[in-house]
């Protein structure tokens, strides 16, 4: 007869003696040593919120709860190892058994101990968007969808519709109306397809991003058992960045916090800026009415930025309605008012921002410690401009670089190619955006060109396009239409009488107007097919106009565009360390940053705040909150500046430009008015 004996690791118990209200301010420590319950902890900008968290965890380990007790919630990788390296700092070593990361990792760990309970292996593979997308685009083939009698969304359209629903808690059907209408006479078919898609998965024993979240909440929701197990397991629920939790997540904290209501959240609401990608304001206003008695604790000492700064802070977010009021406090001493500058045009802002940054450099300010700030990507596109001609280093943080996005890309070959007939790859890229073209059938078609793209690339063609004579490229791509594949007829013919136009005598030296007619053409409605984000897209390219009409010939245009994307690319290399740069980067990416000096651009209405934002109910309180975050960003020096005049994009003149409602907000006292004139 033999017995099992379970040997149970051993560690050393954790005896702190923090003396909390020496290390925490007043409003801090309030948070830390809060009673078991329900609590909501609104903290603002620069106050000190991972260190509240992390004193929470240390706090309640002293009061004797066990560390497998506690689960504590993040969004990032990033931040989770934060989090969980200063709890151990603080700690003096590892948490034991803290269950701590992000909301997807915590999903994976559970689902994979119960996944045989929703018909999934423990086994089952986590698909990436590449793998996602490929089984969107099977299921389309098994739905028989005929996608070439019909416009249909491409797989990248139909994952992004797909994941807002369930992140959202909406039918497929509710979002498709709401963000995708031009689809919406498509929506039984896209219904039947995400069903399709779910049942592909299971059979695969596969699950995305998504259903990391999904699979775990219907796992606590259908089966009593775990629920229950976990609800006992974690007796005090911690959550990080809580504004910019979607409802899916909203349910899961609730649902698992449900028997303790030992649930504390910390965010700041006037910090909440993603709801575009899902997260739900509604979650931390509506907080004390979900949870009745629950204790809200402000914390509201700021040790970022100067006095001035956060008397502009303040009065930036006072103007909205559905928030809880605070008043950022310094702990610092005083500094300079921020500057609002009124510029004539977006090429003086740039020239205001860059000589600015210079003169500080020259200073003792260090570059890497600079910031450009701006709601969109084209905002910045005259401004690295200014800072090439300069040679001013700066880096972008703005996502995928302005030149380098495939819709930029896509519409500069149109012109790149009509520039220079023998450009092969911007040839290649323009045919394989027609149906039934794939890299095979594009280097047919370039052969089929022969001696007629020859004889416009040879050292007798004219140096300038507009000497070409008119429709000749045209007259050279009707030659191959015998090596078009079938499936692409009408899409070449479209293509051909594209060129055709942009050759024309009254287009083809205006970088502008070859951009305007190329979505005109049909590139437009391309976007909306292929592109979840269509609209943006469509505004990068408007911007793109407006930018090349400052430029005088299509040489020059070519040129910049050469040079920003060249500069675009080199950093993305490592750089010495002794480098320094200035950062460009949309406010979204640079939440969560600080920096010693902060320019933010292009404030002016309908472009910040976004003329589509303000449209959309909620939308304005979200760019006021959107602002908030972009001079909350600043340490010691804030410019504020917007041009007073820009470039139509209908290509006739100038429009005059209103500063942004933002800045009309702010009392005047408290800023400093610059006034730029030339030397």
Not at 174 to 197: K, W
Not at 397 to 420: C, L, M, P
Request: a negative charge.
């Amino acid at each position: 007869m033999s017995r099992e004996y379970v040997l149970q690791p051993f560690r050393a118990p954790i005896e702190l003696s923090i003396d909390y209200t020496k290390e925490l301010n007043e409003q801090q420590c309030a948070a830390v040593t809060a009673p078991p319950g329900p609590a909501l902890v609104i903290a603002g900008a620069g106050s000190g919120k991972t260190r509240t968290l992390t004193y929470r965890v240390a706090y309640l380990l002293e009061q004797g709860i066990p560390a497998d007790r506690m689960l504590l919630l993040t969004f990032t990788n990033k931040a989770a190892k934060e989090m969980m390296r200063r709890v151990s700092d603080l700690l003096g070593q590892e948490p034991p058994d803290l269950w701590g990361g992000t909301f997807h990792s915590i999903g994976n760990r559970i689902l994979r101990q119960h996944a045989p309970k929703l018909g999934f292996g423990r086994d089952f593979t986590i698909l990436d968007r590449d793998d996602a997308k490929t089984i969107i685009k099977s299921s389309i083939g098994e739905a028989q969808i005929d996608v070439k009698a019909t416009r249909f969304p491409k797989p990248e359209v139909l994952q992004e519709v797909f994941s807002l629903a369930v992140n959202t808690h909406k039918p497929v059907e509710q979002i498709v109306g709401e963000q995708y209408d031009h689809f919406s006479h498509l929506t039984p078919a896209i219904v039947g397809l995400a069903q399709r898609y779910a049942e592909k998965k299971r059979a695969t024993n596969a699950m995305d991003f998504d259903d990391l979240l999904v699979l775990w909440l219907r796992l606590l929701q259908e089966h009593e058992d775990v629920r229950g197990q976990y609800q006992r397991r974690f007796q005090f629920v911690l959550v990080d960045e809580y504004q910019d939790t979607n409802k899916l997540q909203s349910d899961l904290i609730d649902l698992l916090a449900a028997r303790s209501k030992n649930v504390m959240v910390v965010g700041d609401d006037a910090q909440s800026i993603y709801a575009w990608r899902g997260a739900n304001f509604q979650n931390i206003l509506k907080f004390p009415e979900r949870y009745p008695g629950a204790q809200v604790f402000k914390i509201e000492t700021n040790y970022r930025s100067t006095p001035e700064i956060l008397q502009v802070a303040n009065a930036a977010i006072a103007a909205n309605v559905n928030q809880f009021a605070k008043e950022l406090a310094p702990a610092r001493k005083s500094g300079v008012k921020p500057a609002v500058v009124a510029c004539e045009d977006a090429g003086q802002q740039a020239a205001f921002v860059a000589q600015r940054l210079l003169e500080l450099r020259e200073e003792g300010s260090d570059l890497n410690n600079m910031a450009v700030l701006y709601r969109s990507h084209f905002h910045a596109l005259e401004l690295q401009l200014e800072l090439t001609r300069r040679n001013i280093p700066f880096s972008i943080t703005s996502g995928i670089r302005f030149f380098e996005q495939a819709h930029i890309k896509d519409v500069t070959a149109y012109i790149k190619f009509v520039a220079n007939p023998r450009d092969e790859l911007s040839f290649k890229r323009l045919v394989e955006l027609l149906p039934g073209v794939g890299a095979k059938a594009a280097d047919k078609l370039w052969a089929a060109m022969g001696s007629g793209i020859s004889d416009l690339g040879s050292g007798e063609r004219p140096e300038r396009p507009d000497a070409r004579p008119h429709s000749q490229l045209a007259t050279a791509l009707q030659k191959c239409s015998g090596a078009v594949p079938k499936r692409a007829a009408s899409a070449w013919a479209q293509f051909v009488a594209t060129l055709s136009q942009l050759e024309a005598p009254d287009v083809r030296n205006s970088a502008s107007k070859m951009i305007k007619l190329v979505m005109d053409a049909g590139y437009d409605d391309y976007l909306i097919e292929n592109y979840d984000n269509h609209a943006n897209r469509l505004d990068d390219l408007e911007q793109l106009a407006v930018f090349a009409r400052q430029l005088p010939t299509l040489e020059e245009f070519l040129t910049q565009l050469a040079l920003l994307t060249n500069v675009e690319s080199e950093d993305q290399q490592p750089k010495p360390n002794d480098e320094e740069r200035v950062r460009l980067s949309t406010v979204h990416q640079a939440k969560g940053l600080e920096f010693d000096v902060v320019f933010v651009i292009m404030l002016c209405d309908g472009l910040f705040p976004s003329s589509r934002s303000i449209d959309i109910p909620d939308g304005e309180e979200e760019e006021r909150r959107l602002f908030y975050v972009a001079v909350t960003r600043a340490r010691n020096e804030l410019y504020l500046s917007y041009p007073m005049v820009r470039s139509g994009f209908s290509g006739e003149g100038f429009e005059l430009q209103h500063p942004s409602r933002f800045l009309s907000e702010i009392p005047p006292e408290l800023v400093e008015e610059w006034n730029l004139r030339r030397y």
